[in-house]
């Protein structure tokens, strides 16, 4: 097959069938590498979830194709300057082991001139994709453990800059969103159960100390969080945000954040 024929466009809703379809497919297959049986991400079988991510704005949704048949797709996400992430990519099982998927990214990253560097998960069982993203250059930087399953997160840096997008944690102001920082686990408090006031159940929280070379920072953890977090260990923030309480700052991770282990 010739590279020059594997192209990238912007999806297209009437193309959410299509794109479902062979998202289903490619993610089934994964049975074959490691998973424990069909399966897949939130909405990979949903025609409605693929076309509320087209129209979404703050998602850059591409369909691959050989010519002009659709053979698969990929979602970028974008985290702040010089900070990309592959959301989600994909290559129908008939057409694998094509340098499809090799192609497809060399084709995303010359559309992203400025970043620096990109990341991306996979499911820790997956023997595939892990064999891939480290095939085309990502490194293995930590671990996820916000689904039932255990992630590997890699990222490839593009530049040897320091991302944009990254703060330190001595940068974080009240009202800061979108943060991504990465810190030391000096100290984690004693799990309690609090109230919610919108609907009276009650959640439990716990503080950790977050901490890097400019300063120190209350981490609020809630709920599935707490297990996440080892003290003494490294950890990245993505999608946090700050804001005071009694006069101390703390720093919460957004509905759509996420919590890396880093490798030690």
């Not at 479902?20 to 399966?39: H, I, L, N, V």
């Not at 255990?150 to 974080?172: F, L, Q, V």
């Not at 000096?186 to 901490?211: F, M, N, P, Q």
Request: net charge negative; charged share 30%; with cysteine.
């Amino acid at each position: 097959m010739s590279q020059d024929s594997i192209k990238i466009r912007n999806a297209a809703i009437d193309e959410a069938k299509q794109l479902t379809d062979s998202c289903k497919r490619a993610f089934d297959s994964d049975s074959e590498f490691g998973a424990p049986g069909p399966g897949g991400p939130p909405g990979y079988d949903s025609v409605e979830w693929n076309i509320d991510k087209i129209k979404n704005r703050y998602l850059q949704y591409y369909t691959i194709l050989i010519d002009s048949d659709i053979v698969g797709g990929f979602i970028v996400g974008d985290r702040g300057p010089g900070y990309q992430v592959c959301e989600r990519i994909w290559v129908d099982p008939d057409y694998m082991r094509q340098g499809i998927g090799s192609r497809a990214f060399e084709l995303i990253w010359d559309k992203y001139p400025s970043a620096d560097l990109w990341v991306l998960g996979t499911p820790e069982w997956n023997q595939r994709t892990n064999l891939f993203y480290q095939k085309i250059g990502f490194v293995q930087i930590g671990r996820t453990h916000e689904h039932s399953w255990d992630g590997i997160y890699y990222e490839k840096r593009i530049t040897e800059r320091y991302p944009k997008a990254m703060s330190r944690i001595g940068d974080i102001h009240d009202g800061r969103q979108r943060i991504i920082v990465e810190g030391h686990v000096d100290g984690i408090a004693s799990t309690r159960t609090v109230t919610s006031r919108k609907t009276g159940e009650e959640l439990k929280v716990a503080d950790a100390t977050l901490t890097d070379d400019s300063g120190s920072i209350t981490l609020v953890l809630w709920g599935d969080q707490i297990r996440q977090v080892r003290l003494d260990s490294r950890i990245r923030i993505e999608e946090g945000y700050a804001k005071s309480y009694r006069d101390n700052l703390q720093l919460s991770i957004g509905k759509w954040g996420m919590m890396i282990t880093l490798n030690e």
